[in-house]
Every structure is written in C-alpha cells, then in structure tokens.
C-alpha cells in the first residue's frame, strides 16, 4: 500500500490558507468584507488542493456565510451537555453549526 504523503504543494497551500485565516481573523471587527474574501480564498485553496481543515480551523469560521467568528461579536457559542456538543450561532446569518466533543472519562472511584 502506498502511503500519502504531503508534497510541496500541500505544504505551502496548508501554510497559505493558515495566513488568510490569521488575517481574516484579525481585520474581522473592521472590515468584514475583506475578513470575508479571506475565508472564501483559503476555502478555495483547500478545496482546489484538496487540503482539509482543521478541527480547530473549522471552528474558526462560519460554514454558511464565510464570516470568520469572533466571540462575543458575531457568535453565540453554547453546549449541549447532553448531546456532547458545542453550539456555535452565527450572528450573521442565523446559521447553527455544531461540533461534537468527546466526552472525558471520569475516574471511577
Ligand atoms: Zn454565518
């Protein structure tokens, strides 16, 4: 079997769509249209490449609406304890977008 391994190009277009985000994040608050390209051109790259997201940059932006999320401007971040998820509500445009998280274990006493 052959193993896949990450070639150049992967290597600078991870490198690529980690800048965008970055930047994306930081004019979020001032100019969200640019934010907005941002996200849009790093998911193009991804795509494009076929490079994935991370769990954590997933989490970073709005599926729907390509707005990148920051707390307490544009998110409503809840749990579901039961469910085991973390509920994010974009405030732009209503999405609901939830990430599951494992459940840790406790300590049998
Ligand atoms: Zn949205």
Redesign the pocket.
């Known amino acids: 079997m052959q193993k896949r391994r990450d070639s150049k190009i992967t290597i600078v277009v991870r490198e690529r769509v980690e800048i965008l985000l970055s930047e994306a994040h930081k004019i979020a608050k001032s100019n969200l249209v640019r934010a907005k390209r941002y996200i849009k051109l790093a998911r193009r790259l991804a795509e494009k490449y076929r490079v994935r997201f991370t769990r954590v940059q997933k989490m970073h932006f709005?599926k729907?609406?390509n707005?990148p999320f920051v707390p307490g401007h544009n998110v409503k971040i809840g749990f579901d304890l039961r469910a085991h998820q973390i509920i994010y509500e974009?405030k732009?445009?209503r999405?609901v977008i939830k990430f599951p998280y494992k459940k840790r274990k406790l300590h049998k006493q």
């Open positions: 709005c729907k609406c707005t974009c732009n445009c999405a």
